[in-house]
């Protein structure tokens, strides 16, 4: 891991926090990006780094609670909260809400840096799901309609016979869309195909004589 390539976006009112945060996080190594109000980190252009959201809960645009629910709508970095009144439901309800940690103002440094680390190992571990996600669609989407429908008799496990059967065409014809399949999928075996559906959550096809 590169410190260097990772950025910690800190949102809090309060200008000395930001800049106590700011300094420590820079010091070891992390980019940080302050801001005073929700609006304002909504406004900046994120670069493409797992990153880490460092958010006050008491800002003067929104609650942070509130504001954790509106980023979970999209792709956003995980959070850790980070409060002076911190109490029992709120942090219930942070956590529930997908954050790494709530913590409360003084904010112990090896608390802090720890759950900033785990934050952005969270967010990079995603980043790479959701980029294997884009290239099996991408793969997908390159499959003819008919391919598609092979795919899901395939990968549901009908027999060939069978899956020609019931796709009303012959068996060679649908071996020969099986390899094309295979290729346009860069599945190495069946087993590796079977992985492939499950990640696209292609839906499995029931035996109708079962």
């Known amino acids: 891991m590169n410190p ?11 200008a000395r926090v930001r ?15 302050m801001f005073a109000a929700a609006a304002e980190y909504i406004a900046y ?15 003067p645009d929104i609650n942070g609670l509130d504001f954790q629910r509106q980023l979970s709508r999209d792709v956003h970095p995980p959070i850790v909260f980070i409060t002076g009144h911190g109490d029992i439901p709120s942090s ?9 940690d709530f913590l409360t ?4 440094e090896n608390d802090l ?12 571990k995603q980043r790479s799901v959701r ?21 899901q008799f395939v990968v549901s496990g009908f027999l060939n016979k069978q899956s020609a059967a019931e796709l009303g065409i012959s068996e060679i014809t649908l071996q020969i869309h099986r390899g094309k399949i295979m290729r346009k999928m860069q599945a190495e075996s069946l087993a590796d195909l079977v992985r492939i559906a ?12 079962a």
Do not use: H, N, Y
Not at 45 to 59: G, H, I, Q, W
Not at 115 to 124: H, L
């Open 113 to 124: 840096v720890m759950a900033i680390r785990t934050a952005i190992d969270r967010d990079r």
């Open 131 to 151: 980029a294997e996600r884009a290239e099996l669609g991408r793969r997908l989407a390159a499959l003819t309609p008919r391919e598609r429908e092979v795919l």
């Open 198 to 209: 499950e990640k696209l959550q292609i839906p499995v096809i029931r035996d109708r004589r």
């Open 45 to 59: 252009a994120k670069p493409d780094l797992p990153a880490c959201l460092l958010l006050d809960v008491e800002l």
């Open 19 to 33: 800049e106590a945060f700011g300094e420590l996080l820079e010091s070891l190594g992390w980019r940080a990006e």
């Open 105 to 108: 103002k003084p904010v112990a």
């Open 92 to 100: 219930v309800r942070a956590i529930r809400g997908g954050a790494v």
């Open 4 to 14: 260097q390539k990772e950025i910690v976006f800190i949102v809090d009112d309060d």
